[in-house]
T-cell receptor, first 111, second 117 residues
Framework: GQQVMQIPQYQHVQEGEDFTTYCNSS?????IQWYKQRPGGHPVFLIQ?????EVKKQKRLTFQFGEAKKNSSLHITATQTTDVGTYFCAGQNSGTYKYIFGTGTRLKVLA | EAQVTQNPRYLITVTGKKLTVTCSQN?????MSWYRQDPGLGLRQIYYSMNVEVTDKGDVPEGYKVSRKEKRNFPLILESPSPNQTSLYFC????????????????FGPGTRLTVL
């Protein structure tokens, strides 16, 4: 079945350092979403990417969707303690309403 | 306030005792979904519903039932819970319909932590 692999599983960074998490799908996606989950909380939507090669920015966060629509990345510039949490990607195939979530990357930011 | 609510938030039960976890949204969303979250496995979709009376299986539907009789409610039913269904469960909703897939932000409920002994 379809899989979405996400790496790394954990990342510890010093405050101010950059952070990147990657998602790779075994199949071509129609779109990909990114979510953030704070410890003890629920996933919160960050962004959705639909077009091949799409790049979107939200302040210090940069999201990319690969040309082949099988991979995606989230990059955070100059991390802050407020960035702590687990980041998930969620992919969707064309013609289906199912979502496949990556296993998540847990980010810890050391002050 | 736009929100997805789930009840109960915490539940400890015993094997075989039927239970229902309720989910309700007040955003008039067409799409609703149930996920379970387990350490190291991320979120896995159990069932989803595109609209009233329309439901379909996600990746891990075994042991679960759902119904969508009203647009706002999407209960998750465990007819005979087993210990391997101990997990954190999230309900989510999104607008769906004509906005699919251009804009389909999922709004998640606060979660229900279920323990089956």
């Amino acid at each position: 079945g379809q899989q979405v692999m996400q790496i790394p599983q954990y990342q510890h960074v010093q405050e101010g350092e950059d952070f990147t998490t990657y998602c790779n799908s075994s199949t071509t996606l129609s779109n990909i979403q990114w979510y953030k989950q704070r410890p003890g909380g629920h996933p919160v939507f960050l962004i959705q990417l639909v077009k091949s090669g799409e790049v979107k920015k939200q302040k210090r966060l940069t999201f990319q969707f690969g040309e082949a629509k099988k991979n995606s990345s989230l990059h955070i510039t100059a991390t802050q303690t407020t960035d702590v949490g687990t980041y998930f990607c969620a992919g969707q195939n064309s013609g289906t309403y199912k979502y496949i979530f990556g296993t998540g990357t847990r980010l810890k930011v050391l002050a | 306030e736009a929100q997805v609510t789930q009840n109960p938030r915490y539940l400890i039960t015993v094997t075989g005792k039927k239970l229902t976890v309720t989910c309700s949204q007040n955003m008039n969303h067409e799409y609703m979904s149930w996920y379970r979250q387990d350490p190291g496995l991320g979120l896995r979709q159990i069932y989803y519903s595109m609209n009233v009376e329309v439901t379909d299986k996600g990746d891990v539907p075994e042991g679960y039932k759902v119904s969508r009789k009203e647009k706002r409610n999407f209960p998750l039913i465990l007819e005979s819970p087993s210990p391997n269904q101990t997990s954190l469960y999230f309900c989510a909703s999104s607008s769906g319909g004509e906005f699919w897939p251009t804009y389909n932000e999922q709004f998640f409920g606060p979660g229900t932590r279920l323990t089956v002994l």
